[in-house]
């Protein structure tokens, strides 16, 4: 469901679709993926898994699989995150949306994401 959910919010903002753009902008939707970006998913356990659910469940998404929450289903939405950031540069003449991402955006983690994949 949530892979569904991250699916439509990237539709919805490609392109030059800056209203979209704005009101996820004016959303938590980054903090949110500030938090899920921290996490690691290859020392995902169940009881981190449940904790993790349980924050989705705080804010209105559900998790499948009984609860807990696979690594390959946390890779899908790391991979999601990572693509809204992008599309929500795009076409960013002012800067406005970059310098929002900063703001909220933990890059150490970041970081330390595209480490681990390169």
Known sequence: MILIILDTILSMIQGKC???KNKVLQSSLL???SDLIKLN???IVTRQSKIVNKDFKDVGWYIMNEGYLSPDQLLKIKNFCFEITEHLVENDTLGINRKKLVRTLDFDSLVLN???IF
Do not use: C, L, R, S
Request: charged share 25%.
């Open 31 to 33: 903090e949110n993926f």
């Open 18 to 20: 800056i209203d979209n």
């Open 41 to 43: 998913e290859n020392t």
């Open 114 to 116: 595209m480490n681990t």
